[in-house]
Every structure is written in structure tokens, then in C-alpha cells.
Nanobody
Framework: VQLQASGGGLVQAGGSLRLSCAAS????????MGWFRQAPGKEREFAAT????????VYTDSVKGRFTISRDNARNTVYLEMNSLKPEDTAVYFC??????????????WGQGTQVTVSS
């Protein structure tokens, strides 16, 4: 199983980025997908999750209204559209495949992470 995350980078506060995570080696539609993030010196936290169908999404409070998670089951890919970025969004972002939603999601597989840096 591989989860290949991409799209990170350096952006100014208020800017936007779109992360992608391409999955292979698994039955994509059997898994909920999530984006998690880990800031320097902090524990990894969930940012957003999306159900197998793509219809049910959950966000952590700090990103609600700014981030949008979506998935394309035909392309085995999950996305995270990030708008109005803040310096506190700076973190390594990981995609994951698993079961459950929100902070209760139990991840079976993890991607390698992509760095997002937001400058003030």
C-alpha cells in the first residue's frame, strides 16, 4: 500500500494550497480518508476526514470554513484545499486511510507527509 502526498510548500499568510494524496495497493472505496498534521514540537492531530462515499466530512475546529477535504474515487485520490492559511497551519501534513471519522479515525495506512509552511 502506498499513499503519496504532494502539494505542500511555502506560502504567505492568507494564501492557498491544495494537497493531494494518491493511493495505490488498496481498495480505495473501502476506506475513510483523512488528513492529519504535526507541527514542530507538537503531537500529530487530525485536520479533516472524509467518508468512503465522500459525502460525510469532519473538520477540526481550527480549520472549519477554511479547509475542504474531498476525494475522487475514480482516481484513488484525496484532496485538501486550504484557504486563508495562517502561520499556525505550518506543519507536516499526512494523509491516512482507515476507519471512523474525525479524531476517532483509526488509521491503517499512512503517507509520507508533505511540508506546509505559512509565513507571516
Amino acid at each position: 500500500v502506498q499513499l503519496q502526498a504532494s502539494g505542500g510548500g511555502l506560502v504567505q499568510a492568507g494564501g492557498s494550497l491544495r494537497l493531494s494524496c494518491a493511493a495505490s495497493g488498496l481498495r480505495f472505496t473501502s476506506y475513510a480518508m483523512g488528513w492529519f498534521r504535526q507541527a514542530p514540537g507538537k503531537e500529530r492531530e487530525f485536520a479533516a476526514t472524509v467518508s468512503q462515499s465522500g459525502y460525510f466530512t469532519v473538520y477540526t475546529d481550527s480549520v472549519k470554513g477554511r479547509f475542504t477535504i474531498s476525494r475522487d474515487n475514480a482516481r484513488n485520490t484525496v484532496y485538501l484545499e486550504m484557504n486563508s492559511l495562517k502561520p499556525e497551519d505550518t506543519a507536516v501534513y499526512f494523509c491516512a486511510a482507515g476507519r471512523g471519522v474525525g479524531h476517532l479515525m483509526e488509521s491503517d495506512y499512512w503517507g509520507q507527509g508533505t511540508q506546509v509552511t505559512v509565513s507571516s
